[in-house]
């Protein structure tokens, strides 16, 4: 069965790193589009960041230029290091494989 973890979430300061991973099982995964998608209490659940298979990436306004999604095909891994944090960034992040979605990890950008 197909699985996604996310991990590498927490309590970070304004300016401050922090880079999440998505772990994923399954067969094919090389070939599939990969996103982060978060999601703010009351708000919409929005598109961060997506890379296809073959490394094209695009990204939300607010995040581009601050965050970089990223893929391992041979770990089956997907990342988003994310970088000048601010305060808007905190929120659940999920990942998403071909439609398949993660459990969600928190962030939280806090002085």
């Known amino acids: 069965q197909v699985q996604l973890v996310e991990s590498g979430g927490g309590l970070v300061q304004p300016g401050g790193s922090l880079r999440l991973s998505c772990a994923a099982s399954?067969?094919?995964?090389?070939?599939?589009?990969l996103s982060w998608y978060r999601q703010a209490p009351g708000k919409q659940r929005e598109l961060v960041a997506s890379?296809?298979?073959?490394?094209?990436?695009n990204y939300a306004d607010s995040v581009k230029g601050r965050f970089t999604v990223s893929r391992d095909n041979a770990k089956k891994m997907l990342y988003l290091q994310m970088n000048s944090l601010n305060v808007d960034d905190t929120a659940v992040y999920y990942c998403?494989?071909?439609?398949?979605w993660g459990r969600g990890i928190s962030v939280t950008v806090s002085s």
């Open positions: 998403n494989k071909g439609g398949a």
């Open positions: 399954g067969t094919g995964f090389s070939v599939y589009n």
């Open positions: 890379i296809t298979g073959g490394g094209s990436t």
